[in-house]
């Protein structure tokens, strides 16, 4: 049973191997496409488990009052992101399935170029 899974040409990760027929793998499925795999945290995409970190942060530095704040912030953000993307806006991130899609700089290389001249 070998399970390998690699990164395709347009981002999304593709398992290979004889996993898929199994009985386990169904209910893992289910389970990732109810959870999320990255939270938006003012801009900055957070796995998981770095969320909670900063939720944990948040907690012990601001109390209770604090992180009902942040939450509050947190989800108005969300709301805001999700509701001006789908107005057809012009705004280079849209959402297709839940993720945030649209440019995406993976390198020095990718950002624009100075302009030339004196």
């Not at 488990?49 to 009902?68: D, E, R």
Request: proline share 4%; hydrophobic share 30%.
């Amino acid at each position: 049973m070998v399970l390998r899974t690699r990164i395709g040409p347009d981002g999304n990760i593709i398992s290979d191997g004889d996993g898929s027929s199994s009985s386990g793998g169904g209910g893992g499925g289910g389970r990732r496409r109810l959870c999320p795999t990255s939270v938006d945290t003012f801009g900055f995409h957070l796995e998981l488990k770095h969320f909670a970190i900063v939720l944990l942060l948040v907690s012990v530095t601001m109390g209770p009052i604090g992180t009902i704040l942040f939450l509050s912030f947190l989800s108005i953000y969300t709301y805001y992101q999700r509701s001006s993307n789908g107005s057809g806006g012009g705004g280079s991130n849209k959402w297709k399935d839940g993720k945030a899609t649209g440019k995406n700089i993976k390198g020095v290389g990718d950002l624009p170029k100075a302009p030339k001249g004196g």
